[in-house]
């Protein structure tokens, strides 16, 4: 079975673009996460979902930030304009769980670089 | 919100050695998790501790939980080449938030 998939694996951009990430969950799965990861602030929850819905985005650093999630089985985080220091791997990661904590599956992370 | 703190951040032992992590909490735990992210991948689960005093047990490695449910620990015994990476504990923060422990990043010499 696939695993969480994203895209792109690897984003390159300068500052005050618009930058898009995208996540295709484990089908079945009924939450959604993006998390961001960097040296200085480690691994940090940025918004999550169940069943389409936004739970809490308190995580999400500013107004430049913002996920959607159409459908079950898509969901955007994009960053506009974007900044240097948004530069960092942003994992997303799905639980078939909605009403419990349990095991997350992370996808393999877009690192992004921004100049 | 709950603040977790894990050691050492760093940990390089030879081939063979054991290898501990600890993570620590102020407050009472509900449950605790610990993944795994081998250098340039991504975290992967290893295990969730519900009970007091709870240890687990996958081949290597050894879990517990503490007693207080204020602390956890990974040991891994007769370390291998293959343990490389950073390990993370991650507690609950409301439902389904996890709050991530900085990680243990072990190196092994072979």
């Known amino acids: 079975d696939a695993g969480v998939i994203q895209s792109p694996r690897h984003e390159v951009t300068e500052m005050g673009q618009e930058v898009t990430l995208r996540c295709k969950p484990i089908?079945?799965?009924?939450?959604l996460f993006w998390y961001r990861q960097t040296m200085m602030r480690g691994l940090e929850l940025l918004i999550y979902?169940?069943?389409?819905?936004?739970?809490?985005d308190s995580g999400m650093p500013e107004d430049r930030f913002s996920a959607k999630m159409p459908n079950a089985s898509f969901s955007t985080l994009k960053i506009q304009p974007s900044e240097p220091r948004d530069s960092a791997v942003y994992f997303c990661?799905?639980?078939?769980?909605?009403?419990?904590?349990?095991?997350?599956?992370f996808g393999p992370g877009t690192r992004l670089t921004v100049l | 919100g709950q603040q977790v703190m894990q050691i050492p951040q760093y940990q390089h032992v030879q081939e063979g050695e054991d290898f501990t992590t600890y993570c620590n909490s102020s407050?009472?735990?509900?449950?605790i998790q610990w993944y795994k992210q081998r250098p340039g991948g991504h975290p992967v689960f290893l295990i969730q501790?519900?009970?007091?005093?709870e240890v687990k047990k996958q081949k290597r490695l050894t879990f517990q939980f503490g007693e207080a449910k204020k602390n956890s620990s990974l040991h891994i015994t007769a370390t291998q080449t293959t343990d490389v990476g950073t390990y993370f504990c991650a507690l609950e923060q409301g439902a389904q938030k996890l709050v991530f422990g900085q990680g243990t990043r072990l190196t092994i010499n072979p």
């Open positions: 501790l519900v009970k007091s005093g």
């Open positions: 990661a799905s639980s078939p769980r909605t009403n419990a904590l349990g095991e997350q599956f």
């Open positions: 407050t009472t735990l509900s449950n």
């Open positions: 089908s079945g799965h009924n939450s």
């Open positions: 979902f169940n069943n389409n819905v936004p739970i809490d």
